[in-house]
C-alpha cells in the first residue's frame, strides 16, 4: 500500500489499516485549486501540513469550499523533490494520544507545491500567475521567527538582503524579498486585494512582517525598482493586510514509531529523510492533538469560513493578548527553560524532562509564579486552563517525541519576546518588582552557560542552530569552565544587547543578578544541578 493518489480509490484498503481518508474528491479539488485558487503558503514543512493544511481539509470535508491550498517552498527545495512529488502531494498527519494510541489521516487538500526559486522559470513564473489571480484570498507563512530577520547581530542587512536591495525584484534571494516581489506582480496587475499573514510563532508577527515587507519596497522605491504607488498599496489595509496571529501545535520531528507502526499498516516509502539542509522530514507528521489558533479578522479579499475548522476569528486587541498569553508566559518561555536546560542535563525528550522535579518545577515558578502576574485575559481562551494543559498534559506526553535539542534551536531570536517582554511588564508596573523575578534570570543564565557548549558532566556538547550563535560563542569562549573569575565583562554584549532581549538587562537590573547564576553553573561539573537545587529546592 503506497500513499498516492490511485490508490485512495480502494477505500477498504485503507480502512483496514486504520487511516481516515479525505472525504471529497481530491483530483476536482486539484483542478479547481489551478484555476481558482485562493490561499497559498509559504514554508511546507511539518507545522504545515499537520495543521494548516488540515484547517482546508476540514473544511472540505464538509462541503464548505472547493478549493485546497497550494504549498511554496522557498528554502529547502529538497522537501518538494523527496516529499511532496513522490507521494502525489499527498501526506499523512498522525495524532499522538497521551494513551499511547494513534490517530491517521490522509492528507488530501494540498493541490500543488511550487518552488519560490526565481532561477527555475517555471516555477517562478507559475508562481506570479497564482500571485496574480484575484480568486488569491490568502497568503500566509511558516517561515520561522529568523525569516522574518532583514539585518545581523550589528543592525546592518544581511547579505542577501543587501544584494535583493541593490538588484531590485526580478531574481529575489531572501524569502521577504521574494514576497515582496510577487505581491507586487499583484500589484502590477489591478492592485487586487489580499491577506498576508504569518502563522509564525512569535508575538507581533504580523506586524513584523508588515515592516519587513514594507523595508523592502521602501528600499526598492529609493533605487525606483517599484513605484510609490506601491508603498500606498502595501498601506492601505483595505489593499493589503497584515492580520496578527497566535497559533499553537507542537509538531516534531517524525519519530521512528510512527515509522513503524505506518509500516505495520502496510504503508510502503515512508522512509524518514534529512535534506542537505538538515531538514528532518518524512512523508508523514506525528503531533499532539491539542491545536489553537487565532487570528485578526482582516481579509481584504473575504476568506473562506475557518471558524468551521476552530480557528477563532477576532480582533486585533483580543489576538494580541492571546497571542502575549501563549508566547510570552503559558507555554513558549516553558518550552526554552526545558530547552536549555534539557540539553546542559542530558535529556532526550521534553516528555522525561517533565518527569524532573527540579525541571517541572522550574516551569511551574516561571509560568505560575513570574508570568501568570502579567497576563491579560483574553477571555476567548482561560490563562489558567491552557497553562494547566501545558504542564499537566502536553509537555508530559510520553507519546510526544519532541527534543530539548530540536526546541533549542535558534533560541536568540525568541529570547527577548520569551523573556524580554514578561521583564519589560515587571517594570512597566507599580504593583511589580523586576528585581523579585528569581527564575526567569535563571533561565537567561542557563542560556549563556548553554552557548558555552559543554554539559554538566564537563563534556562537549553540540548547540543547536542559531544565526548568532557564531557572535554569541565569541562572548564565552574567554570564560573557563570552573574559573568564575574569568567571567569578568564577557557577559556583558549578551546581557545588554537590545536586539536579543528588547532591552538591556543591566538597565532593568538583573543584569547582575544573571551573571552570579552564571557565576554558579560554570563552577564545576554538576553544578547546573546544582544550582537548580538550590534556587528551587528540589
Given at each position: 500500500?503506497k500513499?498516492?493518489?490511485?490508490?485512495?480509490k480502494d477505500i477498504?484498503?485503507?480502512?483496514?489499516?486504520?487511516?481516515?481518508l479525505?472525504?471529497?474528491?481530491?483530483e476536482?479539488?486539484?483542478d479547481v485549486?489551478?484555476?481558482?485558487?485562493?490561499?497559498i503558503?509559504?514554508g511546507a514543512?511539518n507545522?504545515?501540513r499537520?495543521?494548516?493544511?488540515?484547517?482546508?481539509?476540514t473544511l472540505?470535508?464538509?462541503?464548505?469550499?472547493d478549493?485546497?491550498i497550494?504549498?511554496?517552498?522557498?528554502?529547502?527545495?529538497?522537501?518538494?523533490?523527496?516529499i511532496?512529488?513522490?507521494?502525489?502531494?499527498?501526506?499523512l498527519?498522525v495524532?499522538?494520544?497521551?494513551?499511547?494510541t494513534?490517530?491517521?489521516?490522509?492528507v488530501?487538500?494540498i493541490?500543488d507545491?511550487?518552488?519560490?526559486?526565481p532561477s527555475?522559470e517555471?516555477q517562478?513564473?507559475?508562481?506570479?500567475?497564482i500571485?496574480?489571480?484575484?480568486?488569491?484570498?490568502?497568503?500566509s507563512?511558516t517561515?520561522?521567527?529568523k525569516?522574518?530577520n532583514?539585518r545581523?547581530f550589528?543592525?546592518n542587512?544581511i547579505k542577501e538582503?543587501?544584494?535583493d536591495?541593490?538588484?531590485?525584484?526580478e531574481?529575489?534571494k531572501?524569502?521577504?524579498s521574494?514576497?515582496t516581489s510577487?505581491?507586487?506582480?499583484?500589484?502590477?496587475?489591478?492592485?487586487?486585494?489580499?491577506a498576508?499573514v504569518s502563522?509564525d510563532n512569535?508575538?507581533?508577527n504580523?506586524d513584523?512582517?508588515k515592516?519587513a515587507?514594507?523595508?523592502i519596497?521602501?528600499?526598492?522605491?529609493?533605487?525606483s525598482?517599484?513605484?510609490?504607488g506601491?508603498?500606498?498599496?502595501?498601506?492601505?489595509p483595505?489593499k493589503?493586510s497584515?492580520p496578527?496571529?497566535?497559533i499553537?501545535?507542537?509538531?516534531p520531528?517524525?519519530?521512528?514509531i510512527?515509522?513503524?507502526?505506518?509500516e505495520?499498516s502496510g504503508?510502503e516509502?515512508?522512509?524518514i529523510?534529512?535534506?542537505s539542509k538538515?531538514?528532518?522530514?518524512?512523508?508523514?507528521v506525528?503531533?499532539?492533538?491539542a491545536?489553537?489558533?487565532?487570528?485578526?479578522d482582516k481579509?481584504?479579499?473575504g476568506?473562506?469560513k475557518?471558524e468551521?475548522?476552530?480557528?477563532i476569528?477576532?480582533d486585533k486587541?483580543t489576538?494580541?493578548?492571546?497571542?502575549?498569553?501563549?508566547v510570552t508566559?503559558c507555554?513558549?518561555?516553558l518550552?526554552t527553560a526545558?530547552?536549555?536546560?534539557?540539553?546542559?542535563?542530558n535529556y532526550?525528550?521534553?516528555?522525561?524532562e517533565m518527569?524532573?522535579?527540579?525541571?517541572?518545577k522550574?516551569?511551574?515558578?516561571?509560568?505560575?509564579?513570574e508570568?501568570m502576574?502579567?497576563?491579560i485575559d483574553?477571555?476567548?481562551?482561560n490563562?489558567?486552563?491552557?497553562?494547566k494543559?501545558?504542564?499537566?498534559?502536553?509537555?508530559?506526553?510520553?507519546y510526544m517525541?519532541?527534543?530539548?535539542?530540536?526546541?533549542?534551536t535558534?533560541?536568540?531570536q525568541?529570547?527577548?519576546?520569551r523573556?524580554?517582554?514578561?521583564?519589560?511588564?515587571?517594570?512597566?508596573?507599580?504593583d511589580?518588582d523586576?528585581k523579585s523575578?528569581k527564575y526567569i534570570p535563571?533561565v537567561?543564565a542557563?542560556?549563556?552557560?548553554?552557548?558555552?557548549?559543554?554539559?554538566?558532566?564537563?563534556?562537549?556538547?553540540?548547540?543547536?542552530?542559531?544565526p548568532?550563535?557564531?557572535d554569541l560563542k565569541?562572548h564565552?569562549?574567554n570564560i573557563?569552565?570552573?574559573d568564575v573569575e574569568s567571567?569578568k565583562?564577557n557577559?556583558?554584549?549578551?546581557?545588554?544587547n537590545?536586539q536579543i532581549f528588547g532591552?538591556d538587562?543591566?538597565?532593568?537590573?538583573i543584569?547582575?543578578?544573571i551573571e552570579s547564576?552564571?557565576k554558579?553553573?560554570?563552577?564545576d561539573?554538576?553544578a547546573?544541578r546544582?544550582?537548580?537545587k538550590?534556587y528551587?529546592?528540589?
Open positions: 500500500m500513499l498516492r493518489r490511485t490508490e485512495l477498504k484498503k485503507w480502512e483496514d489499516a486504520g487511516i481516515k479525505p472525504e471529497f474528491d481530491v476536482k479539488v486539484i485549486t489551478s484555476k481558482r485558487p485562493t490561499w503558503h509559504f514543512g507545522i504545515f499537520g495543521f494548516i493544511a488540515m484547517l482546508m481539509q472540505l470535508n464538509k462541503g464548505l469550499i478549493t485546497g497550494i504549498a511554496v517552498e522557498s528554502y529547502d527545495f529538497e522537501v518538494s523533490e523527496k511532496y512529488k513522490p507521494y502525489d502531494n499527498l501526506g498527519r495524532i499522538m494520544n497521551a494513551d499511547g494513534l490517530e491517521k489521516e490522509v488530501g487538500s493541490a507545491i511550487v518552488m519560490a526559486d527555475n517555471g517562478w513564473v507559475k508562481l506570479k500567475g500571485f496574480k489571480n484575484p480568486s488569491l484570498q490568502i497568503v507563512m517561515i520561522t521567527e525569516g522574518y532583514l545581523d550589528s543592525g542587512f538582503v543587501t544584494e536591495i541593490e538588484d531590485g525584484p531574481k529575489p531572501n524569502v521577504v521574494k514576497l510577487l505581491v507586487y506582480s499583484r500589484y502590477k496587475d489591478g492592485e487586487h486585494p489580499l498576508l502563522l512569535f508575538s507581533g504580523g513584523r512582517l515592516s515587507v514594507m523595508t519596497a521602501e528600499e526598492w522605491a529609493k533605487k525598482y517599484v513605484e510609490d506601491f508603498l500606498k498599496y502595501l498601506s492601505d483595505s493589503v497584515f496578527l496571529s497566535m499553537d501545535k507542537i509538531v520531528r517524525p519519530h521512528e510512527v515509522k513503524k507502526s505506518l505495520d504503508l516509502d515512508m522512509d529523510i534529512t535534506t538538515n531538514t528532518v522530514i518524512a512523508p508523514f506525528n503531533a499532539e492533538r491545536q489553537y489558533l487565532v487570528i485578526e481579509f481584504p479579499n476568506r473562506m475557518l468551521e475548522a476552530g480557528v476569528l477576532t486587541e489576538v494580541e493578548k492571546v497571542e502575549r498569553m501563549k508566559t507555554l513558549n518561555p518550552h526545558l530547552a536549555i536546560y534539557g540539553c546542559l542535563l532526550k525528550t521534553i516528555a522525561d518527569k524532573d522535579s527540579c525541571l517541572k522550574l516551569v511551574e515558578k516561571v509560568g505560575y509564579v508570568g502576574p502579567v497576563v483574553p477571555k476567548v481562551l490563562p489558567e486552563e491552557f497553562i494543559e501545558v504542564i499537566e498534559v502536553r509537555l508530559p506526553n510520553p517525541p519532541d527534543t530539548p535539542q530540536r526546541i533549542a535558534d533560541t536568540s525568541k529570547m527577548g519576546i523573556f524580554g517582554e514578561t521583564i519589560k511588564s515587571y517594570m512597566q508596573r507599580s511589580l523586576v523575578l535563571l537567561i542557563g542560556w549563556c552557560r548553554y552557548l558555552m557548549g559543554i554539559d554538566d558532566n564537563g563534556n562537549e556538547m553540540a548547540l543547536s542552530p542559531d548568532l550563535l557564531n565569541s564565552v569562549s573557563k569552565f570552573g567571567v565583562n557577559l556583558r554584549p549578551i546581557l545588554s537590545k532591552l538587562l543591566y538597565e532593568a537590573g543584569g547582575e543578578m547564576y552564571f554558579e553553573l560554570i563552577s561539573t554538576g547546573v546544582n544550582t537548580l538550590k528551587l529546592e528540589c
